[in-house]
Nanobody
Framework: QVQLVESGGGLVQAGGSLRLSCAVS????????MGWFRQAPGKEREIVAA????????YYVDSVKGRFTISRDNAKNTVYLQMNSLRVADTAVYYC??????????????????WGQGTQVTVSS
């Protein structure tokens, strides 16, 4: 069974930065594409960023391009989301997700098989 544990969320002022981490255990992490999603109150869960198995291919939703960076350290079984120039609109619960046995990144929540418990990110004005 794959387990994902997010950390690094918190309260930050607009314009600030946070770095989310997602530690993965239970499977060969290096064979999994990974994604970060977020869900704000009353809204659908949306993809924020995704990475293929080795970080050579990445995807970002338009609203975070140039501000967020997804990266992974396969030796540490960890994927990161560096978030800079945060906006109030970035406030949400952030989830990491793993794609079982698939090297290619996915764009939809249904592409992913395992999920973390989520970490709250709150950006104040």
């Amino acid at each position: 069974q794959v387990q994902l544990v997010e950390s690094g969320g918190g309260l930050v002022q607009a314009g600030g930065s946070l770095r989310l981490s997602c530690a993965v255990s239970g499977r060969t992490f290096s064979r999994n594409a990974m994604g970060w999603f977020r869900q704000a109150p009353g809204k659908e869960r949306e993809i924020v960023a995704a990475s293929n198995w080795n970080g050579g291919s990445t995807y970002y939703v338009d609203s975070v391009k140039g501000r967020f960076t997804i990266s992974r350290d396969n030796a540490k079984n960890t994927v990161y989301l560096q978030m800079n120039s945060l906006r109030v609109a970035d406030t949400a619960v952030y989830y990491c997700a793993a794609r079982e046995g698939n090297l290619a990144l996915g764009y939809l929540a249904t592409n992913y098989d395992y999920w973390g418990q989520g970490t709250q990110v709150t950006v104040s004005s």
